[in-house]
């Protein structure tokens, strides 16, 4: 039979989820989310689906629609950080029901803080219910992946990981966070005030891959430099002129044994496309053989991620209760009974 | 602790697994083999290894070996076909031993035979043991690789797998099985009377991924077509002139629902390079977003399928007893606790 679920946040990316939740055959027995705009509307209707798509009515008051199911999945879309979304879904835990997040940093909880990630763990057990964290990145991209084709190597020496892709699509808030539209100068400051945050995610794509492989992580590297555009790049939010940044080039190094492991780099901008780069996921693996891996252009970060969300509804039921992590659970294709 | 193996079968690629076993730290129990020329020889030396390096012996007994450990995982590498390495399975598991096989019908044995799928998992199932068929085709580039690949996929509407490899590195028996050197019309001839078989391994796939995306499959086109040469083509065995066979191009096609869902190709022949194709794996997956990835080279077929055997150790383990598919498991990383 298939599972209940909970949508927790309705914003961009929870609208994604329950759309392709709905395509797929669940049923959303409930819907949280407190924006007035959306709170007390029918969830058909903020999803932009016809009346009677689906019988939920979105509300405001999370306590109320998580009594009224029983061992439902929660669907939680809110914020990328665990310090935001840790209580919410511990509520859901403590009520029994199973929860998926795509917060990032919800992939890998205690790669952001080892007390809550226990806390969480301790929850969910106590209440024989599950919680995991997914997405495109972390959760596949730079990670999951890589995992998948480290499969036939005898020995891994070396992971190289590259992420391109464009941020023309997104809003303010995304371009903000990557210092799209500053001066060189003032990216640097905004690194430095952590206005500029560029991608979240990177210590739970190393946590991931180093528990897989059985690699003690001694330290980590981490930059963030400016991508300085040499054209006019304009999207329908804004434009910026040569000189200025177009995006942010994040970089994470891991060392193990006494050296460099693990690199991860994922330029973020606006139009690479006019200075001739084309967004893709590149990764590299050297040890007992050599696996050099491209996908052009990149796997869509939006709709990849709901699709990781919803696929692993079906997985994560298998799953002992407690704090899951997907390199536990086996791959969370999509299972669709027809073709 | 580390599980002791037994090591069934010391060819070219039981010898690589048992190299890989012992460097990755695991202690060889026993070794099979009924060629006179290794029966009674010391394991190192037929590894080509320092003596010392471990301290089985060979032996032609396998009953012998197989009582002389308990609850060992056995590597087992002697055929390609379910009906020949069935029987000394089930002498396994009716041992309490585990099994990993890198027969090609064992990655999806019902797909060859379901009576004899079921006969290993009672087998299995009623002693406590577990076996699973693995490899790198199939096994990985053509199955658990696309499988990977549609987890941020909502729906996957068509799969496409293109493996170009070289077997320039292989000797008569391979090359035999694949009709080079033959003219076109003798190729006929040899894949009408099952002397060219092509690739081994199709049905397993379009097994794996039907079974896991939830697909009934209806039914399957298959070919095998000569790769005629233009040039002269030569390895270290054999020669070839303009007008030969270079290799086979095995394809199938799997229908679902009506309508084309999955293509595999497989061309595989002799320095391809000579007539400007690279060799690589490609997947192209279409529904909800387009996944279009390469990796050039292919997997190394070779290496990897030791890889895919030895690391599947320490998951089979984890699994229940009875017959374990590749997707019932998490990704069989090399898990090295030193990086």
Request: glycine share 10%.
């Amino acid at each position: 039979m298939m599972r209940e679920i909970i949508m927790y946040g309705l914003g961009s990316m929870g609208q994604r989820i329950a759309r392709l939740a709905l395509e797929r055959g669940y049923r959303v027995a409930g819907a949280i989310d407190l924006d007035p705009a959306k709170a007390g509307q029918p969830l058909s209707r903020v999803l932009g689906l016809p009346d009677g798509a689906c019988d939920a009515t979105v509300s405001a008051d999370a306590a109320e629609v998580l009594v009224s199911a029983q061992h439902a999945v929660v669907l939680q879309a809110t914020s990328s950080f665990l310090a935001q979304v840790a209580e919410p879904i511990e509520r859901c835990l403590e009520l029994g029901h199973d929860v998926i997040s795509i917060a990032e940093e919800m992939t890998f909880p205690a790669a952001a803080c080892q007390e809550t990630a226990e806390r969480l763990n301790r929850a969910a057990s106590q209440n024989g219910a599950r919680v995991l964290g997914t997405g495109v990145n972390p959760g596949f991209a730079m990670d999951m992946l890589v995992l998948a084709l480290t499969v036939p190597c005898g020995r891994v020496d070396h992971i190289r990981v590259t992420r391109t892709n464009d941020l023309s699509d997104f809003g303010p808030t995304v371009l903000n966070g990557q210092g799209v539209g500053l001066s060189p100068d003032a990216f640097h400051s905004a690194v430095d005030d952590g206005r500029v945050v560029g991608h979240v995610g990177f210590d739970q794509s190393v946590a991931l891959i180093a528990r897989h492989l059985g690699w003690q992580i001694e330290r980590v590297e981490e930059t963030r430099a400016p991508i300085v555009s040499s054209v006019v790049r304009a999207t329908d939010h804004l434009a910026i002129e040569p000189g200025d940044v177009a995006g942010c080039l994040h970089r994470m190094t891991a060392f193990a044994g006494g050296r460099e492991v693990l690199h991860l780099e994922h330029p973020q901008q606006i139009r690479p496309d006019l200075e001739g780069q084309a967004t893709s996921d590149r990764i590299v693996i050297t040890g007992d053989q050599t696996v050099d891996m491209v996908i052009a252009p990149e796997i869509g970060g939006g709709a990849g991620t709901a699709a990781a969300a919803v696929n692993a509804i079906e997985y994560l039921a298998c799953a002992a209760p407690g704090l899951v992590h997907l390199t536990d659970l086996p791959l969370n294709s999509p299972r669709v009974l027809t073709a």
